[in-house]
């Protein structure tokens, strides 16, 4: 009897291998290119990546598969892949593969760009984009905006008189930077002293660091060995970070009740002190979405700003044909306001061309929350998945002549870029879609207007429009190579 029961347990074991080895050959997992033992594909990713994946796709195809050392990672390089990425199967893709760096810098992924998807996401989520970046919250910092772009063209104007070279990528940068500190802090920071280095080095340590290539993202069980180093800088930046934190908030305890227009900090501690989150929501939470607010939206908008006009001087007939309208809807007795951006069709064709050519995210990472089939492709759980909206915004059966900037391409059409059509993806779409999109337009069309409407731009040393470089730096936010240097006249009567 023994014998006979021994008998069937093996059989059945066979049985069950044979299935279980037949279903595996059975999944069809995406194309993809020949990859090396252990490293996987990582050796064909150089310094812009997502150039490297938009070449691969070309030749293994709009879903591809490639294996980013230990984590299989799912490419989508095309509109239909996009669309079943972020509407489709949306649901099972909105999870944050795992950051080693926001494990640090940001509470344990405590923010929202980094948050697990589940029930905390979708509650820091709700919070931000009601109490945080509405269209009421945005309205309320519009005067603030004002002064601060006002102190821009200011300091500008003295600089055209003496017929200064300017470097618009450190001016963009700084705006941004107060903009941010201002609505989130409600002060600058950029002269103030932190870690003895000041507020935009630290800053700009911890962009770099969090973008700098870590093993422990594509070897986890490297992750605690920390074979580069980088896990340790980075605790060391998180101490600094969160001493700054902690003190800004303190300030804040005494000041924020009596205050009209409040700060996202005074916004965040009401919000801590009514119990109103329904959730457990303390100092760390705080500074976790401080962190996310300062890190997504200045580096992001500033370098749109600076993509835009890098290709405005490069192309001096769609310069004067957008300083045409501003002359037209504003006039030259004064500086472009607000309630004019509505009135600026040109304006708007310009900066959605200026994000299509140029998305300063071009490359936006989720995570497989189960196993699914796309397209008859099987995708496990817990692959990574990689939106390349830079292939995607340059693909030439979607966009003729795709590498050109050609603002006309959008007349009469109804292409935006708020997430409904896949082929315009500089924000994502969907539930991980970026939320301070409403805010980070409207500064960069401003901005923009701004420069435009009260100056006349040169470049310098002779080169010519033809020949000013578009040359890329990869990060958590792509932005120029070298800064864009310009000589500004002033166009405005006084
Ligand atoms: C997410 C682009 C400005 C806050 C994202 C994503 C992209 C993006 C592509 C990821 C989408 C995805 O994973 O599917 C941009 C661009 C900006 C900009 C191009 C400027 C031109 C801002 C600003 C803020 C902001 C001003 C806030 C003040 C966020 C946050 C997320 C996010 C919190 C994460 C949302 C989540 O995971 O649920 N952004 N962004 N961004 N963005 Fe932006």
Same mark, same amino acid.
């Given at each position: 009897?023994?014998?006979?029961?021994? @008998?069937?347990?093996?059989?059945?074991s066979?049985?069950?291998?044979?299935?279980?080895?037949?279903?595996?050959?059975?999944?069809?997992?995406?194309? =993809?290119?020949? *990859?090396?033992? $252990?490293? *996987?594909?990582?050796h064909?990713?150089?310094?812009n990546?997502?150039?490297?994946?938009?070449?691969?796709a070309?030749?293994?195809?709009?879903?591809?598969?490639?294996?980013?050392?230990?984590v299989?990672? $799912?490419?989508?390089?095309?509109?239909?892949a996009?669309?079943?990425?972020l509407? !489709?199967?949306?649901?099972?893709?909105?999870?944050?593969?795992?950051?080693?760096?926001?494990?640090?810098?940001?509470? =344990?992924q405590?923010n929202?760009?980094?948050?697990?998807y589940?029930?905390y996401?979708?509650?820091?989520r709700?919070?931000?984009?009601?109490?945080?970046?509405?269209?009421?919250?945005?309205?309320s910092?519009?005067?603030?905006?004002?002064?601060?772009?006002? +102190?821009? @063209?200011?300091?500008?104007?003295?600089?055209?008189?003496?017929?200064?070279?300017?470097?618009?990528?450190? /001016?963009? !940068?700084?705006?941004?930077?107060? +903009?941010?500190?201002?609505?989130?802090?409600? #002060?600058?920071?950029?002269d103030?002293?932190?870690?003895?280095r *000041?507020?935009? &080095?630290?800053?700009?340590?911890?962009?770099?660091?969090?973008?700098?290539?870590?093993l *422990?993202d594509?070897?986890?069980?490297?992750?605690?060995?920390?074979?580069?180093?980088i896990t340790?800088?980075?605790?060391?930046?998180?101490?600094?970070?969160?001493e700054?934190?902690?003190?800004?908030?303190?300030?804040?305890?005494?000041?924020?009740?009596?205050k009209?227009?409040?700060?996202?900090?005074?916004?965040?501690?009401?919000?801590?002190?009514?119990?109103?989150?329904?959730?457990?929501?303390?100092?760390?939470?705080? #500074?976790? @979405?401080?962190?996310?607010?300062?890190?997504?939206?200045?580096?992001?908008? &500033?370098?749109?700003?600076?993509?835009?006009?890098t290709?405005?001087?490069?192309?001096?007939?769609?310069? #004067?044909?957008?300083?045409?309208e501003?002359?037209?809807?504003?006039?030259?007795?004064?500086?472009?306001?607000?309630?004019?951006?509505?009135?600026?069709?040109?304006?708007?064709?310009?900066?959605?061309?200026?994000?299509?050519?140029?998305?300063?995210?071009?490359?936006?990472y989720?995570?497989?929350?189960?196993?699914?089939?796309?397209?008859?492709?099987?995708?496990?759980?817990?692959?990574?998945?990689?939106i /390349?909206?830079?292939?995607?915004?340059?693909?030439?059966?979607?966009?003729?002549?795709?590498?050109?900037f050609?603002?006309?391409r959008?007349?009469g059409?109804?292409?935006?870029?708020?997430?409904?059509?896949?082929?315009?993806?500089?924000f994502?779409?969907?539930?991980?879609?970026?939320?301070?999109?409403?805010?980070?337009?409207t500064?960069?069309?401003?901005v923009?207007?701004?420069?435009?409407?009260?100056?006349?731009?040169?470049?310098?040393?002779? @080169?010519?429009?033809?020949?000013?470089?578009?040359?890329?730096k990869? =990060?958590?936010v792509?932005?120029?190579?070298k800064?864009? +240097?310009?000589?500004?006249? /002033?166009?405005?009567?006084?």
């Amino acid at each position: 009897m023994t014998f006979i029961w021994a @008998i069937l347990v093996v059989a059945l074991s066979v049985y069950a291998l044979y299935e279980l080895l037949n279903i595996q050959k059975r999944k069809r997992y995406p194309p =993809g290119p020949t *990859g090396l033992p $252990i490293l *996987g594909h990582l050796h064909l990713l150089g310094k812009n990546p997502h150039k490297d994946l938009q070449k691969l796709a070309k030749k293994h195809g709009p879903i591809m598969y490639v294996q980013l050392g230990l984590v299989p990672t $799912i490419v989508a390089s095309s509109v239909d892949a996009a669309e079943k990425v972020l509407k !489709t199967y949306d649901h099972i893709f909105a999870n944050r593969p795992h950051h080693e760096a926001s494990q640090h810098l940001a509470y =344990g992924q405590k923010n929202l760009v980094f948050a697990k998807y589940g029930v905390y996401w979708r509650n820091i989520r709700k919070l931000c984009t009601v109490h945080l970046l509405s269209n009421q919250k945005i309205h309320s910092f519009q005067s603030m905006r004002k002064q601060e772009v006002e +102190l821009l @063209i200011e300091s500008l104007k003295k600089e055209a008189r003496d017929r200064v070279v300017v470097d618009l990528s450190a /001016n963009t !940068t700084s705006l941004n930077a107060n +903009l941010t500190c201002s609505m989130v802090f409600g #002060k600058k920071y950029m002269d103030e002293d932190l870690d003895k280095r *000041g507020f935009k &080095a630290v800053v700009q340590d911890v962009v770099h660091l969090s973008a700098a290539p870590n093993l *422990g993202d594509f070897f986890p069980f490297l992750g605690a060995i920390d074979l580069q180093g980088i896990t340790r800088k980075l605790k060391d930046l998180s101490k600094v970070f969160d001493e700054f934190l902690e003190k800004i908030i303190d300030e804040h305890v005494h000041a924020h009740e009596q205050k009209q227009n409040k700060d996202f900090v005074d916004t965040l501690m009401d919000i801590m002190q009514s119990g109103e989150a329904k959730f457990q929501f303390d100092r760390r939470h705080i #500074k976790a @979405i401080l962190f996310d607010m300062l890190i997504a939206a200045m580096d992001t908008t &500033a370098s749109s700003t600076e993509w835009i006009l890098t290709e405005l001087l490069r192309h001096p007939q769609v310069m #004067k044909k957008l300083q045409k309208e501003l002359q037209e809807v504003v006039g030259l007795d004064r500086m472009v306001e607000e309630s004019d951006l509505e009135n600026l069709n040109y304006l708007d064709i310009v900066v959605k061309e200026g994000l299509r050519l140029h998305p300063v995210a071009p490359l936006f990472y989720h995570e497989s929350l189960e196993d699914c089939v796309v397209d008859d492709f099987h995708v496990q759980k817990g692959s990574r998945i990689i939106i /390349n909206c830079y292939a995607i915004h340059r693909d030439p059966n979607v966009w003729p002549e795709p590498e050109k900037f050609l603002p006309e391409r959008f007349v009469g059409s109804s292409v935006d870029f708020r997430g409904r059509d896949f082929q315009l993806l500089p924000f994502g779409s969907g539930r991980r879609s970026c939320p301070g999109m409403q805010l980070a337009v409207t500064i960069v069309r401003l901005v923009v207007a701004q420069l435009v409407h009260c100056f006349e731009w040169e470049l310098p040393n002779g @080169i010519q429009p033809c020949d000013l470089d578009v040359d890329e730096k990869f =990060g958590i936010v792509t932005c120029r190579e070298k800064p864009l +240097l310009a000589i500004p006249t /002033n166009r405005l009567k006084k």
